[in-house]
């Protein structure tokens, strides 16, 4: 195992335990923890941020530090789609039976669907933006990652079946408990490119090239 992947799973980790530790200090019972702000998200995505810096193999640190902040940007965007997703795909009861009335059946069931897109749409998204900066995915991270994507879901399920977690072993609580971040950060993270050797990375991991004779 390579040490940018090592990292990149390390990464994972480090944002499921910010965002449950934030979650419990919140309190888990209920529904609170729909109704205020996690920090653990954006601290989350400043740490990928900073992994996808140091192992990014793009020349110069300039070039590095745009595609970076392209990434921020893009998913900022992209986590409003996200977040509209999520709300119709779990919303139930009084609120859902208003916004059926509202909408429409087709609509609603519409957008009660979308999450079906969004999920693998995310790590095509992210391959664009690799392109965009010259780093196009092999074809075979590229399958994995949107695969991962499609799997966390279940995988995590099973995995909160196994620990018989509290609260329930659905989609929701894969969420709420923390578990699906992991495969979610590294589904994005193997699409990067590895370094090649002799490739300067400013995170202090050189490879260096023996020199001919």
Same mark, same amino acid.
């Given at each position: 195992?390579?040490?940018?992947?090592?990292?990149?799973?390390?990464?994972?980790?480090?944002?499921?335990?910010?965002?449950?530790?934030?979650?419990?200090?919140?309190?888990?019972?209920?529904?609170?923890?729909?109704?205020?702000?996690?920090?653990?998200?954006?601290?989350?995505?400043?740490?990928?941020?900073?992994?996808?810096f140091s192992f990014s193999p793009i &020349?110069?640190?300039? /070039?590095? =530090?745009?595609?970076?902040?392209? +990434?921020?940007?893009?998913?900022? %965007?992209?986590?409003?789609? @996200?977040?509209?997703?999520?709300?119709?795909?779990?919303?139930?009861?009084?609120?859902?039976?208003?916004?059926?009335?509202?909408?429409?059946?087709?609509?609603?069931?519409?957008?009660?669907?979308?999450?079906?897109?969004?999920?693998?749409?995310?790590?095509?998204?992210?391959?664009?933006?690799l392109c965009v900066f010259g780093l196009t995915p092999k074809a075979?991270?590229?399958?994995?990652?949107?695969?991962?994507?499609?799997?966390?879901?279940?995988?995590?399920?099973?995995?909160?079946? &196994?620990?018989?977690? /509290?609260? =329930?072993?659905?989609?929701?609580? +894969?969420?709420?408990?923390?578990? %699906?971040?992991?495969?979610? @950060?590294?589904?994005?993270?193997?699409?990067?490119?590895?370094?090649?050797?002799?490739?300067?990375?400013?995170?202090?991991?050189?490879?260096?090239?023996?020199?001919?004779?």
């Amino acid at each position: 195992m390579t040490r940018q992947l090592k990292l990149l799973i390390g990464t994972g980790i480090a944002a499921a335990i910010l965002w449950r530790v934030e979650l419990e200090l919140h309190g888990w019972d209920g529904l609170i923890w729909i109704g205020y702000f996690h920090w653990a998200i954006p601290v989350g995505a400043v740490l990928f941020l900073g992994w996808l810096f140091s192992f990014s193999p793009i &020349v110069g640190k300039i /070039r590095r =530090g745009a595609f970076v902040l392209t +990434t921020a940007i893009v998913s900022i %965007i992209w986590f409003q789609v @996200v977040m509209f997703a999520l709300y119709y795909h779990f919303n139930t009861g009084p609120s859902a039976f208003v916004e059926v009335l509202s909408l429409g059946d087709k609509t609603y069931t519409l957008y009660a669907n979308t999450i079906h897109a969004v999920v693998p749409a995310t790590p095509l998204i992210f391959a664009g933006l690799l392109c965009v900066f010259g780093l196009t995915p092999k074809a075979k991270d590229l399958t994995l990652g949107v695969l991962v994507y499609i799997l966390a879901c279940p995988v995590s399920i099973v995995i909160l079946a &196994v620990l018989d977690h /509290r609260g =329930g072993v659905d989609a929701i609580h +894969t969420i709420k408990s923390g578990v %699906i971040i992991p495969f979610l @950060v590294i589904g994005l993270g193997i699409l990067v490119p590895k370094k090649e050797k002799g490739q300067h990375s400013p995170a202090g991991d050189v490879l260096k090239t023996a020199p001919e004779e």
